[in-house]
């Protein structure tokens, strides 16, 4: 089968949870002609049936140069998304610089720049520092401080 | 407020706006706004999402200003990127790519930007002027307008924007529905009742669009990033002779600009075809009548000089529905009016009656952001190429970690982050597969307004669904969304037929206007 194909299927299954979501909604008939639910599950049958409309026509299977075709590095994806979870997940421990300043420099390394490994690292911390000083100092924008405590 | 009252708002306007402070504003917004458009893969909706928390804390005019600068110089910045590296920094900048980096090649690249430059002052200024005469005469038409008429009217703009985004319509009409999905997300207004947040008060306050745009974009960007980079290939020149366009390269531009700007403004106008298709119209429109229309494809100053004015004009175009009726067409407006809501103002007919010096200052701004871009760009071109070295895996991180910063700035939370990071994932799937992104950003905005003005309308006729046919405006619009409708269905209808008869062209890059 077609990836679109499952492309299809998903979509089709995103639709009924939504559905299933605009079920959730408490509806109170008493004044509004329409009530809170009617919209999200127009909408929810909408993507179902344009889930089904993508199942029947696919269209043409892809050209070699469209992004469907492109072959991708998958292990730098997969880094990068867990590179971003981590930052999060250390944001406000580390505080605002040092989580940045890891961000900066190990997604530049995941991106490919890996014979740089000095020069990324000044730019990390140059980068992070000035974003910190420009919104918490200049635009008075409240940003973790962390374990360095500045 | 109307007719010859235009003149004296206008100077009423520039009276609000020249003083030193907001024309630093308009520098700001204008350098900023094409140091990034300048900077690949982010385009001039990104740029406006990115730099919303930067605005944080400004009066509103200064705020509104600044982004009048900002939306030009995004729009402009692109070309330079386009002309000097084959990678175009948007997609409205594709189609310039073409010529202009076989231009550059030739020796001719200065000519190349200073026909890009001076196209785009013309239209931009062009543009602004039809917005200003136009906009005031919209807004008579639109006081009569009621709620089924507003409804009727962003149906049209969804419906538009779904019809020409890219080739496969079960896509586009995914992509809408999605960005609708996401609107409904949070408290409903009318009733107080939460909706998809499954219990997480996080999901109370709704899906901000601007989280939507800076996901779907620039996170999803960088994924994608993450797993071409390695794979392309990346050609560019340097820039080589003279800035001046030489006599014959004048004489074979202005005709160009000309017919760019005429184009680009009212595909601007339009809701749902943004600077894209502009941009690809006014180089179709080249190929049929510019003298050197042999030469296209080899590096022909008019295949710069037109798309480069298109793009520019169809900016100014955009914001006649947006500021007139308070209904974007496109990603970037889409993002705009967001701003508005950010200041609790709402874009329409009321804002010009009640924020005239705002709406007036603003058109004033947008003159004054495109004599900057004239007078700043052209000496300052061999700056903004110097942003072209910076290499492009500490600039996409750069991206992601400006990303997460306006969205903690915004909410001041780590779980806003979580969500930013899930957009992220789904914009970069949504990519691999050739899904648009604009339509989601739109919908994501209109979601809750159209539904808002659906729910007036059957509650003033008591439920009675022909109020959308029984009143003549609403029912023009109205035949109009269905024949916006139907055109892509009995496409998909009539392509299937012919099945396997036409493999689509290659990766035009992402819709992001």
Do not use: C
Not at chain 2, 287 to 304: D, P, S, T, Y
Not at chain 2, 502 to 512: H, K, L, Q, R, Y
């Amino acid at each position: 089968m077609q990836t679109i194909r499952w492309v299809a299927l998903t979509i089709i299954a995103f639709g009924a949870f939504y559905v299933w979501g605009a079920s959730l909604i408490r509806e109170s008939t008493t004044y509004a002609a329409v009530g809170p639910r009617f919209i999200p599950n127009a909408i929810g049958i909408g993507i179902v049936l344009s889930g089904l409309w993508l199942f029947a026509a696919p269209g043409a299977p892809p050209a070699p140069d469209t992004p469907q075709r492109m072959s991708l590095d998958w292990v730098s994806i997969g880094l990068m998304a867990g590179l971003v979870l981590l930052y999060i997940l250390v944001f406000r421990w580390l505080g605002y610089i040092g989580s940045t300043i890891l961000l900066l420099w190990a997604g530049a390394q995941i991106l490919g720049d890996r014979s740089h490994l000095l020069r990324d690292g000044v730019i990390a911390v140059m980068l992070a520092a000035t974003i910190y000083l420009v919104f918490s100092r200049l635009l008075g924008i409240n940003l973790p401080q962390g374990l360095i405590g500045f | 407020m109307f007719g010859a009252d235009i003149w004296s708002n206008l100077i009423n306007g520039f009276s609000v706006v020249l003083t030193p402070q907001h024309l630093l504003f308009v520098a700001i917004g204008v350098v900023i706004g094409t140091a990034i458009g300048v900077l690949p893969g982010i385009g001039p909706s990104l740029t406006i999402s990115l730099l919303l928390p930067v605005t944080f804390g400004l009066e509103p005019i200064s705020a509104f200003v600044m982004f009048g600068g900002i939306f030009y110089g995004a729009m402009y910045g692109g070309s330079t990127t386009s002309i000097l590296v084959n990678t175009p920094g948007e997609s409205s900048s594709v189609v310039t790519a073409i010529d202009g980096f076989q231009m550059a090649k030739k020796g001719r690249g200065g000519a190349a930007l200073a026909t890009a430059a001076i196209g785009s002052f013309f239209a931009g200024t062009f543009a602004t002027l039809a917005l200003m005469l136009m906009a005031p005469l919209l807004v008579r038409f639109a006081l009569q307008f009621g709620a089924p008429e507003y409804f009727a009217l962003m149906l049209l703009a969804l419906s538009a924007v779904t019809g020409l985004a890219g080739q496969s319509a079960p896509k586009a009409f995914f992509a809408t529905l999605l960005g609708l999905a996401m609107g409904m997300v949070g408290i409903d207004l009318q009733t107080g009742q939460a909706r998809f947040t499954f219990g997480n008060l996080n999901l109370l306050g709704g899906l901000d669009p601007v989280m939507v745009a800076i996901g779907l974009f620039a996170v999803g960007e960088v994924f994608w990033a993450a797993g071409t980079f390695k794979r392309t290939v990346e050609e560019s020149v340097t820039l080589r002779g003279s800035l001046l366009m030489n006599r014959e390269e004048w004489q074979r531009s202005w005709p160009a600009w000309i017919r760019g700007t005429l184009i680009g403004f009212f595909t601007g106008v339009l809701p749902g075809a943004g600077a894209t298709i502009a941009s690809f119209l006014s180089y179709n429109a080249e190929q049929r009548f510019a003298k050197g229309r042999a030469e296209l494809g080899q590096g022909a100053i008019e295949g710069v000089a037109g798309p480069e004015a298109a793009n520019n004009a169809s900016a100014g175009g955009a914001l006649v529905p947006l500021l007139a009726l308070g209904i974007p067409g496109s990603a970037t407006t889409a993002v705009m009016l967001v701003a508005f809501q950010i200041y609790g103002l709402r874009p329409g007919p009321l804002l010009f009656q009640q924020q005239a010096d705002l709406v007036w200052g603003l058109i004033a701004s947008l003159y004054i952001a495109n004599l900057a871009l004239l007078i700043l760009n052209l000496p300052m071109v061999r700056i903004w190429i110097k942003l072209l070295d910076v290499p492009k895996p500490v600039l996409y991180t750069g991206i992601l970690a400006f990303s997460f910063l306006g969205i903690y700035a915004d909410t001041q939370n780590t779980a806003s982050m979580f969500v930013l990071l899930a957009l992220g994932v789904v914009g970069f799937l949504l990519r691999r597969y050739d899904f648009p992104l604009a339509p989601v950003v739109l919908g994501a905005v209109l979601g809750p307004l159209i539904e808002q003005e659906y729910r007036r309308s059957l509650a003033i006729s008591v439920n009675d669904y022909t109020v959308f046919f029984t009143r003549p405006i609403s029912l023009v619009l109205m035949t109009l969304v269905a024949m916006a409708f139907l055109v892509p269905v009995f496409n998909a209808i009539w392509k299937a037929s012919r099945r396997r008869a036409a493999v689509p062209a290659g990766d035009v890059g992402e819709i992001e206007d």
